[in-house]
């Protein structure tokens, strides 16, 4: 397990509601009435979280359903700065009218509004103490569950969790206090999240080699314990009790990662995304838009776009390249990320050592330089991937 300062994030929990019903909600939206932070709450998490020295994440639910979310981003921007905030949501449209307040308050946004059929959800449900029996083999599970060496540590109503899961769980149990939200909390190690593991990763099915759904699915998989535990809480029709089988490869859950997925979700707030400097997405308005919610005091963002592009239906910078080669011999980027049919496009070619997978995903390692760019051109230009076509050069202002 990881310590809290090995993660890129620490996630704010403002709320477990959404527009959607997926199948195997981490946040069990639908289960119980949902819960909305209050301001106090979050005005806590945000100060204790100050001096933390990576992202602080906004995150739900859907983070724009709140009706607080202007005055959190207002209160998140007086204290961390954009550099270390991201914003985790679906877009909404009704949450349309906080777009100027969403380019203010966050540098890095995660859209995902779990509408592609190969969107799967794990079934965190099924509790792996009933899938493995024996206790020695079911820690070690624990001890390398792949949730908490990629996902993030957690503040909710409930306090302060090492795990988002054991947070959600924690309100879907109802039972359990976590971490008091407090500064300097999250220095604690994998020796300090004992109490919070017994509590409910045996409970969890994310350590657990389980066959996944489709988000799209809208079904509940629950083992037989747990739904005991849980039937008077459950929504009637959607639960279907787990066989505790496992599988050798369960289907992998990041097609959300899709660039172009992303910034079609994006598009909705008449925006857009690129790829920032530390590899995750930034978000930029591409046209003026009608929806005026509050004022803030800084002066308003006036970069617009300036030609037409054929990737989004608006105007965008596409500046001309300047052949300095930095997006591709590691002076500005350690890696792209790639789909999995871009990775086995490029690994027809010689010479394709460069390109890996990591996690659930596929990247093309830049450390060194690219490995397809050779003699100062791209090899493989009209393969390239669809972050290289869609790259817009960080030199070159926007007017």
């Given at each position: 397990m990881r310590s809290l300062l090995e993660m890129d994030t620490i996630q704010i929990e403002i709320l477990n509601d959404c527009n959607k019903f997926c199948s195997n909600c981490t946040r069990f939206h639908g289960?119980?009435?949902?819960?909305?932070?209050?301001?106090?709450?979050?005005?806590?998490?945000?100060?204790?979280?100050?001096?933390?020295?990576?992202?602080?994440?906004?995150?739900?639910g859907s983070p724009t359903m709140h009706p607080l979310f202007a005055e959190f981003c207002?209160?998140?921007?007086?204290?961390?700065?954009?550099?270390?905030?991201?914003?985790?949501?679906?877009?909404?449209?009704?949450?349309?009218?906080?777009?100027?307040?969403?380019?203010?308050?966050?540098?890095?946004?995660?859209?995902n509004d779990h509408s592609r059929n190969d969107v799967f959800h794990h079934p965190h449900l099924v509790a792996i103490e009933e899938v493995i029996k024996d206790e020695n083999l079911m820690y070690q599970c624990i001890n390398k569950c792949w949730a908490q060496e990629s996902w993030s540590a957690t503040i909710n109503p409930k306090g302060a969790w090492f795990c988002e899961m054991a947070g959600s769980m924690s309100l879907l149990f109802d039972e359990g206090e976590g971490w008091p939200v407090e500064p300097g909390w999250w220095n604690r190690i994998p020796v300090d999240f004992k109490s919070q593991i017994d509590m409910f990763c045996r409970r969890c099915g994310m350590p657990a080699s389980l066959p996944r759904r489709a988000s799209n699915d809208g079904i509940i998989d629950i083992s037989p314990k747990n739904y005991e535990r849980l039937k008077d809480v459950l929504p009637v029709g959607r639960c279907k009790i787990s066989d505790l089988k496992t599988v050798t490869n369960p289907q992998p859950m990041a097609s959300y990662k899709d660039f172009n997925y992303r910034n079609q979700i994006a598009k909705r707030y008449d925006c857009f995304l690129i790829i920032n400097n530390q590899q995750f997405w930034s978000i930029f308005p591409y046209k003026n838009c009608d929806y005026d919610?509050?004022?803030?005091?800084?002066?308003?963002?006036?970069?617009?776009?300036t030609v037409k592009s054929q990737i989004l239906d608006g105007e965008i910078s596409l500046p001309s390249c300047q052949e300095c080669r930095q997006c591709c011999d590691g002076t500005l980027y350690d890696h792209?990320?790639?789909?999995?049919?871009?990775?086995?496009?490029?690994?027809?070619?010689?010479?394709?050592?460069?390109i890996y997978k990591f996690g659930y995903g596929y990247r093309m390692d830049q450390r060194n330089g690219c490995s397809f760019l050779q003699n100062n051109k791209c090899s493989v230009y009209e393969d390239r991937p669809d972050t290289c076509k869609r790259y817009v050069c960080e030199k070159v202002e926007v007017k």
């Open positions: 289960n119980r009435p949902p819960f909305y932070m209050t301001f106090e709450q979050f005005k806590q998490a945000v100060d204790s979280l100050v001096e933390y020295p990576k992202m602080v994440g906004v995150m739900g207002e209160y998140l921007r007086s204290k961390i700065p954009p550099e270390r905030c991201g914003l985790w949501d679906s877009f909404p449209l009704e949450g349309r009218i906080y777009r100027e307040v969403i380019c203010k308050t966050f540098k890095h946004v995660f859209l919610y509050i004022k803030v005091n800084d002066p308003p963002i006036t970069k617009k776009p792209v990320p790639i789909s999995e049919e871009e990775f086995n496009k490029l690994s027809k070619y010689n010479g394709h050592g460069g």
